[in-house]
């Protein structure tokens, strides 16, 4: 006779850590939208565990949703942990990035008073400063030529290499101690092969005060087109820069961009271009494409050709062409 036994089902328990960590997994995937799902579902599970409510905040933040981000990290300040240093930087962040320097500026103040050791408190220093210039609080040259809206600059960005050689060789003999000038010269000279000429521009213009940062950059980018340089020695080389100067920091974006070092370059990108002009949310765009936040890269092309409507076209195949070739995609 046989004889049956009633099997014990142990019921497989998911609660919010499980889906949490399975969200992290997606996101380090480069799956965005689904990562963001499930740590939605660690949230409804558990609502008050603070680092659910901070890592959906980073996650929406970076698509591009600060309204959604902010709403989380105030509730985690306002009633959930308001301990959590991070949650301040993040929502100082965020508000800067939407233009709220005031309010940016006091909760990165109260980061910097909970936590004056912080994982970020290099970053919180660098912004600190940022939101001093644009509040008026800290002294800027106001006569200085804005380097993102020359017309070299704007050459180099439609691909128009020799062009811009041009156009800056003239502008540096008009202006000659205006120094980011000499490193679109030598950029220029680059895009064109014409490596020896453009390391010597590089290396006088590393001689000159405040001017090595995007010099350094620029001759790393010519040794990576040149075959000297790969693509892992240059992001070491370049691992420990951050300058505080809003345009070399967008060099350094540029360069860690055409070596393929997407996703740094696009948050060294969201910090320093102004978004204010077309051509720059499409470099962002292009950034954000690669980096697997193709939601965020989607909606920056759309607001690019809104503000440049004769554009659009390219745009909204950029936006739906299959990622594989990154320089050409980055050319306005």
């Keep these: 006779m046989t004889q049956t036994r009633n099997a014990q089902v142990i019921p497989f328990m998911r609660d919010g850590s499980f889906f949490y960590k399975k969200g992290i997994e997606a996101y380090q995937n480069k799956q965005t939208a689904k990562s963001i799902h499930l740590i939605k579902r660690a949230v409804d599970m558990d609502p ?13 933040a970076e698509e591009g949703d600060y309204a959604s981000s902010n709403r989380w990290l105030r509730q985690i300040i306002e009633d959930v942990d308001p301990s959590m240093s991070e949650s301040y930087f993040f929502l100082a962040n965020n508000l800067a990035h939407s233009g709220e320097f005031e309010e940016a500026k006091e909760y990165l103040e109260m980061y910097m008073e ?7 408190r290099e970053d919180a220093d660098a912004l600190h400063y940022l939101l001093k210039v644009e509040l008026g609080q800290e002294h800027t040259d106001l006569h200085r030529t804005d380097p993102f809206s020359t017309h070299a600059v704007m050459l180099l960005h439609e691909g128009q290499f ?32 014409k490596f020896d000429e453009a390391a010597e521009i590089l290396n006088n213009l590393m001689q000159k005060e405040g001017a090595d940062t995007s010099a350094r950059c620029l001759l790393e980018l010519g040794a990576l087109m040149q075959g000297n340089r790969t693509k892992e020695e240059l992001e070491a080389d370049l691992s420990g820069l951050y300058p505080m100067d809003r345009w070399e920091r967008y060099v350094l974006a540029k360069v860690l961009f055409a070596a393929g070092i997407f996703r740094r370059a696009y948050h060294l990108l969201r910090e320093s271009v102004p978004v204010e ?21 989607s909606r920056l092309w759309e607001q690019a050709a ?23 995609d980055w050319t306005y």
């Excluded at 002009?277 to 890269?297: C, N, S, T």
């Excluded at 809104?306 to 659009?312: G, N, T």
Aim: with cysteine; aromatic share 12%.
């Design 306 to 328: 809104s503000m440049q409507p004769e554009k659009r076209e390219r745009f909204m195949k950029l936006r739906s062409a299959e990622a594989d070739a990154w320089i050409k």
């Design 162 to 193: 020799e062009q811009a050689e041009e156009e800056a060789a003239r502008f540096t003999a008009e202006q000659s101690r205006c120094w980011f000038m000499y490193g679109v010269l030598a950029e220029a000279q680059i895009r064109q092969g």
């Design 277 to 297: 002009r077309a051509v720059y949310l499409h470099q962002l765009a292009a950034a954000a494409k690669y980096a697997g936040y193709e939601g965020r890269a």
């Design 48 to 60: 008050e565990e603070p680092v659910f409510l901070c890592q959906l905040a980073i996650l929406l």
């Design 114 to 120: 909970l936590d004056c050791t912080g994982d970020f």
